[in-house]
């Protein structure tokens, strides 16, 4: 079987949400608990993340980030 595709630069049937370029972070180690997610921290909002951490993450330009 044989497949083929042409793509189109000019040729736009719809936009791309930026959010399907998110990122996800896994429970390792201490990624999650202590890193991004710590309510004892200083910098900590009312959900416990952690506003130093979401500032590099924002730096990184990642519209979305997921945890398990």
Known sequence: ????LTAHKD???GEISPRLFGSFIEHLGRAVYGGINEPGHP???DMGFRGDV???VKELG???VRKR
């Open 1 to 4: 079987m044989k497949a083929s």
């Open 11 to 13: 040729y736009v049937i």
């Open 43 to 45: 910098t900590a909002d």
């Open 54 to 56: 979401l500032e590099r």
């Open 62 to 64: 990642i519209p979305i």
